[in-house]
């Protein structure tokens, strides 16, 4: 199974925090919202970074990230 990044848009205030802990998968737009490098609405997370992804979605200040399986 895959494991996606699930941004809650709402909660979001453009930290950055996860696009800093997540740069291989998340890049900041001109207001610090993070966006997918692939253009995804819920970008996949390689194996080799889901601990980085863990960590990003535990640091998220409000709450906004989320892991969800394909």
Known sequence: MTRRLHIDWTACDGRGTCTELLA??????????PLARDGSPRPAVPAGLEAAARQAVDRCPLLALRLVQD
Request: hydrophobic share 50%; glycine share 10%.
């Open 24 to 33: 291989e998968v998340l890049v900041e737009d001109d207001w610090g919202f």
